[in-house]
Nanobody, 124 residues
Framework: VQLVESGGGTVQAGGSMRLSCGNSGENVRTYARGWFRQAPGKERQFVAAIAWLCTTSRYAESVKGRFTVPKDNAKETLYSEMKNLKPEDTAVYYC??????????????????WGQGTQVNVLS
């Protein structure tokens, strides 16, 4: 069982982009979902997460005020609405299913069922 990300691409700095994270076809038992990103040569880092049964969310300082993570529970889809993108936002973006009891963890270990990732390129 895996999540599936889509919506990446290339945008100029200051632009906007929306990513989607859905199921691969099977239900993924979800307590939360999170977005992480990984730039070349760097570790995967936390971007944002949201609880699946309420609207409690958490954001990395680097994206606060620029990214939001709306969700559609009926479609079992998480989004990442990104605006005022910067070149340092360039990375492969992954979504993961939060594990029970991890409470919007900001570490990779708090998530499973990772998707294959989607590339976001922000040109300066």
């Amino acid at each position: 069982v895996q999540l599936v990300e889509s919506g990446g691409g290339t945008v100029q700095a200051g632009g906007s982009m929306r990513l989607s994270c859905g199921n691969s076809g099977e239900n993924v038992r979800t307590y939360a979902r999170g977005w992480f990103r990984q730039a070349p040569g760097k570790e995967r880092q936390f971007v944002a997460a949201i609880a699946w049964l309420c609207t409690t969310s958490r954001y990395a300082e680097s994206v606060k005020g620029r990214f939001t993570v709306p969700k559609d529970n009926a479609k079992e889809t998480l989004y990442s609405e990104m605006k005022n993108l910067k070149p340092e936002d360039t990375a492969v973006y992954y979504c993961g299913a939060g594990q029970r009891g991890r409470n919007l963890d900001d570490t990779v270990e708090g998530y499973a069922d990772w998707g294959q990732g989607t590339q976001v390129n922000v040109l300066s």
